[in-house]
């Protein structure tokens, strides 16, 4: 079973990298293995029984980049000091924002690395927008200095 895959490499280095400049996001870090090497019919079938997907992006960042707690607080404030006051449009406005960052905030941020020159798979592209339907942030970078650039301003 050979396993000598070009994006393999960038794996390693972009592991190595976040290792290093996040050691304690680590945990939030998940490598998705789909094989990507030659398998019998016999793994073929229990990969397809056990639900695995084609098109699912190598690595998953479950943790969410915006501050819910920091948001939800200042919902608080602002309710607590208009209590007993005429709600006016600049107090339902200022909630409204606070509620619409809470929403439009991506969830997670998935990631699929790609040699230079390899494009998104049909199957890749299907996942991708199905990510992203459901609030999720996905990109695809190719090289591991990309993926870090890209996980670098999805936590900031």
């Known amino acids: 079973m050979s396993r ?14 976040f290792t290093f400049r996040f050691p304690k996001e680590l ?33 998953a960042f479950f943790k969410s980049n915006v501050d819910l707690d920091g948001l939800c607080t200042q919902i608080y404030y602002i ?10 449009d600049n107090i339902l406005t200022e909630i409204d ?9 991506p969830k997670m ?4 690395f790609k040699v230079k020159g390899n494009k998104l798979t049909a199957h890749q592209e299907e996942v991708r927008d199905i990510l992203i339907s459901q609030g999720h ?4 970078c190719y090289s591991a200095e990309s993926g870090i650039e890209e996980l670098m301003k999805y936590i900031k």
């Open 97 to 105: 924002q606070l509620i619409r960052q809470i929403i439009s905030a």
């Open 4 to 17: 000598n895959r070009p994006e393999e490499q960038m794996y390693i280095d972009f592991c190595r990298e």
């Open 79 to 88: 309710l607590e000091k208009s209590l007993g006051a005429v709600f006016n």
């Open 27 to 59: 945990k939030y870090l998940f490598r998705i293995e789909h094989g990507g090497y030659k398998i019998g019919k016999k793994e073929q079938g229990i990969r397809k029984i056990t639900s695995l997907r084609a098109g699912v992006p190598d690595y």
């Open 137 to 140: 942030k996905h990109v695809t």
């Open 109 to 112: 941020l998935w990631i699929e």
